[in-house]
DNA sequence: CACTTTAGAACGAACGCTCGTTCTAGTCAA
DNA sequence: TTGACTAGAACGAGCGTTCGTTCTAAAGTG
């Protein structure tokens, strides 16, 4: 049962997105129902429909609201580090981090197949922060960090091993905590990537 | 609408699976009807529960047949090379080589959403094929190709841009063909993990 | 051979249920 | 009083599944 959300602080629209974001990533997107989300926000289905145009918009709003929420985190390290390897060092910790303090962010963001429920959404890998990220690869090129490459292919060799483990994590197949493999799999992903 | 698969010479088994194949990966299991699956098979709907106990039955047959069939390319690849170096450039030239031929198999492999649909079946990534990677690392680790590392981390590491790739060309985000990325992938991926 | 019996494959209309959504009535703040 | 918001009963469409029936072909029998 789902309680933590219900902050009577928060406004009724936030309760819903907060409330599905709960409950797309447990049970997923088709097999919750608006009465789930009446139930577990404790907003009425005439409140909900007030808010949102309809279940997909519901799906829709807390999408945008995260890739925001991620976009404002990228834009934080890239002001606070200068070197492309240090940007994308920073990124990793972030993306681990987010993916033990609210591992429900990083499943929705990386593993709810969206298009099956947002079909007029563009691929997550084509969103503006995985773009931001293969623009951090891009700039360490032309400064000399990273070996020139197709950026595509770098990008996905640099931050795959880094996904991977995180996907790993959410399944529950992981021995020890995901931090512990922080270390070992950015010497790894930078090895792979760096010039000479 | 779907043709392909409806050879007089399979059985209607066959059929529904093959269908399932197409029509899940093409608009997800839950915009998939049981009657879809009737029409485009051209299997009745009183076959269909003859041969499988209800619709979570059909994905379960096409998930254990969609294993086992990629279980014997990997056996096939670890009796043709000796070198753990080759067995595992010679996987992600199978799956790149899968992706391109037969693009369904490897989205409803890596990126359909099965848990969502198929609460009884263990994650991907804990399947035997996903297994057998591993053991492949491990040995390469025991040989001293591979250097000493967590073998999670270390295939995460070696597999983890390869995947990412296929994931970009099923989303068509991709410029050029697959295979055109395959030389730097590969060689992205052995320089992340390789001894020294 | 011819006829009957039988097992199970194939069929598709019909059922019951759940879903997303709408609608009307009511509440509350300004 | 008005307009934004809340409430939850009611609706109709569409779903997965069932079930009574028909079809097919092999087995049994004389």
Same mark, same amino acid.
């Given at each position: 049962?789902?309680?933590?959300?219900?902050?009577?602080?928060?406004?009724?629209?936030?309760?819903?997105?907060?409330?599905?974001?709960?409950?797309?990533?447990?049970?997923?997107?088709?097999?919750?129902?608006?009465?789930?989300?009446?139930?577990?926000?404790?907003?009425?289905?005439?409140?909900?429909?007030?808010?949102?145009? #309809?279940?997909?918009?519901?799906?829709?709003? =807390? @999408?945008?609201?995260?890739?925001?929420?991620?976009?404002? /985190? &990228? %834009?934080? +390290?890239?002001?606070?580090?200068?070197?492309?390897?240090?940007?994308?060092?920073?990124?990793?910790?972030?993306?681990?981090?987010?993916?033990?303090?609210?591992?429900?962010?990083?499943?929705?963001?990386?593993?709810?197949?969206?298009?099956?429920?947002?079909?007029?959404?563009?691929?997550?890998?084509?969103?503006?922060?995985?773009?931001?990220?293969?623009?951090?690869?891009?700039?360490?090129?032309?400064?000399?960090?990273?070996?020139?490459? #197709?950026?595509?292919?770098?990008?996905?060799? =640099? @931050?795959?091993?880094?996904?991977?483990?995180?996907?790993? /994590? &959410? %399944?529950? +197949?992981?021995?020890?905590?995901?931090?512990?493999?922080?270390?070992?799999?950015?010497?790894?992903?930078?090895?792979?990537?760096?010039?000479?």
């Amino acid at each position: 049962m789902f309680t933590g959300y219900q902050d009577s602080v928060m406004s009724p629209r936030e309760k819903v997105i907060a409330t599905a974001l709960w409950l797309f990533t447990r049970k997923g997107y088709f097999n919750t129902s608006m009465r789930d989300i009446t139930r577990e926000s404790a907003v009425s289905t005439g409140s909900i429909y007030h808010y949102f145009k #309809d279940k997909e918009g519901v799906a829709t709003a =807390l @999408f945008e609201a995260l890739l925001e929420r991620m976009q404002t /985190e &990228l %834009d934080t +390290i890239m002001q606070l580090h200068e070197s492309a390897h240090d940007q994308c060092r920073a990124v990793i910790s972030l993306l681990f981090d987010i993916t033990q303090s609210e591992p429900d962010v990083m499943a929705f963001m990386l593993y709810v197949k969206h298009r099956e429920f947002l079909p007029n959404e563009r691929p997550v890998c084509s969103s503006k922060p995985f773009e931001t990220m293969r623009a951090m690869v891009a700039r360490g090129m032309a400064r000399g960090e990273i070996e020139q490459r #197709d950026v595509q292919a770098a990008s996905a060799c =640099l @931050f795959g091993g880094a996904i991977r483990m995180i996907t790993s /994590e &959410l %399944d529950g +197949i992981l021995e020890k905590p995901l931090h512990d493999y922080y270390e070992e799999v950015w010497s790894c992903s930078w090895r792979a990537v760096a010039a000479i």
